[in-house]
């Protein structure tokens, strides 16, 4: 019967056109860039790498398919949480809004495991986004400019990273970005049980998302304590995966405070609509 409800939930999402937003999205930015940089890359690269040609000889294609899917992923991810908020943060105050939650009350699911179904149905679609995401960053990327060893600038230097090298960094960076962008799920899905109407939960998601942005941003000692609690500052955690060597501790230590975020989250989530007033 669970498992009936995350396919029912998950066909509901599919039914939304809102849904596609986030795949042609995602299908015309990372074409955009592409084709940029396929016209005038290395004229971009060139520019990255002038302070370090006076020290180091670079020799094979640096402008390759694994150096596009880290530019891709660098200027992208950031903004996929908006995407997946456009879908999650509707999950409860859209059925709200058209009275469908009192229907779902009759089916013998305690609301525990509702919300749960929306969560997991969530979950899976996010997981959707982040896989199409990298299917166009990656797979079309080394596609269009063949595969090559991995340059990366970070603040330590320059870090190039072999061919070989390179695949497992990807996927295990995808994992912890889904991680990232799961909790931005949940966050939605949990403003969503405090509405009845689709529009808050969402802009409230990125309101909050901004916010903490900025607290990590700002380079003020009031926010020194609060600063390493907050998911927004382990969201591009990923990009550890691409320093040599990698930092595991400081990858372990932003996996479990963004496991802590969701965990946290769906708690009060779970709380809240058992005692929501959704036969009214």
């Not at 042609?24 to 860039?33: F, H, K, N, Q, R």
Request: hydrophobic content about 55%.
């Amino acid at each position: 019967m669970f498992g009936k409800a995350i396919y029912n939930e998950f066909i509901k999402i599919a039914a939304k056109p809102r849904s596609y937003l986030g795949l042609a999205a995602i299908t015309v930015l990372v074409g955009v860039i592409l084709f940029a940089m396929k016209i005038d890359g290395l004229t971009y690269i060139g520019f990255i790498t002038a302070g370090f040609e006076q020290s180091l000889l670079f020799e094979g294609d640096i402008l390759n398919g694994n150096l596009m899917g880290f530019i891709v992923l660098q200027m992208l991810i950031i903004h996929v949480p908006l995407l997946i908020a456009l879908v999650t943060g509707d999950l409860i105050s859209g059925e709200a809004a058209m009275g469908s939650l009192r229907m779902l009350a009759t089916r013998p699911l305690s609301r525990t495991q509702i919300l749960l179904s929306k969560f997991v149905a969530g979950g899976l679609y996010t997981f959707l986004i982040l896989l199409w995401l990298g299917v166009m960053a990656l797979g079309v990327s080394n596609l269009m400019f063949g595969p090559g060893d991995l340059m990366v600038l970070n603040s330590d230097g320059l870090v190039v990273l072999l061919q070989d090298d390179v695949l497992w960094r990807f996927l295990s960076g995808f994992g912890i970005a889904y991680l990232s962008l799961l909790t931005i799920a949940t966050l939605s899905i949990t403003l969503s049980c405090f509405s009845d109407n689709s529009i808050g939960p969402i802009v409230a998601t990125m309101a909050i998302i901004m916010l903490f942005t900025l607290i990590g941003t700002l380079d003020v000692p009031v926010f020194d304590n609060v600063r390493p609690f907050l998911f927004t500052t382990h969201m591009a955690a990923w990009r550890s995966f691409f320093e040599d060597p990698v930092d595991y501790a400081a990858i372990r230590n932003s996996a479990i405070i963004l496991v802590a975020h969701i965990v946290v989250l769906l708690g009060i989530a779970t709380y809240h609509f058992k005692r929501k007033d959704i036969l009214s």
